[in-house]
């Protein structure tokens, strides 16, 4: 009896190991994941900007030396 029960702790011990290396498994993909989303909307963000900038730049003309622009 006492066999059976140390067998038994011995692979709840390994089911709980196996379900824990998943688990993080499964967590550093998603992280991966998110820092993949996240690199791109930074990309995206950063050439928007960019953009919006030289339509800025376009619509007022400025003159720097006196600092007066012209719209």
């Not at 059976?4 to 709840?12: E, I, S, V, Y």
């Not at 950063?46 to 012209?70: P, T």
Request: some cysteine; overall charge negative.
């Amino acid at each position: 009896m006492k066999d059976l029960m140390n067998g038994l702790f011995t692979l709840a011990l390994c089911l709980l190991i196996a379900v824990s290396i998943y688990l993080n498994y499964e967590k550093k993909k998603s992280i991966d994941e998110l820092n993949e989303t996240q690199s791109r909307y930074i990309d995206a963000w950063e050439s928007l900007d960019e953009r919006f900038k030289a339509i800025v730049d376009e619509h007022f003309r400025c003159n720097e030396e006196v600092e007066v622009c012209y719209d």
